[in-house]
């Protein structure tokens, strides 16, 4: 599985790629259909206590998965994505 992870407009540090990383990789172990992962970090203006966005692709073979969520800080956004993330692959399966 590739991982992309874009921060736009910061630095994202290294601690914070490792825990999407690890993350994410738990997410393949369930799923090892996935080809793909795309992360997007942002900071979103104004500057208050829900300002971090995180956008998450997960690409398929057939389809396409995305999440997006914002939060208090990056590592809880990219929790929230791929618990969405998850309900919606495990709709797939189901299918």
Not at 34 to 55: C, G, H, R, W
């Amino acid at each position: 599985m590739d991982i992309n992870i874009k921060a736009i407009h910061f630095d994202i540090a290294e601690k914070l790629t490792a825990f999407i990383n690890k993350k994410l990789e738990r997410v393949a172990r369930h799923n090892p259909a996935i080809t793909t992962a795309d992360v997007s970090l942002k900071v979103v203006k104004p500057e208050t206590a829900m300002n971090k966005q995180a956008i998450v692709k997960v690409l398929l073979p057939q389809e396409e998965v995305v999440a997006d969520k914002t939060a208090d800080t990056f590592e809880e956004a990219v929790d929230l994505c791929l618990e969405a993330i998850e309900r919606q692959l495990e709709k797939i399966k189901n299918k």
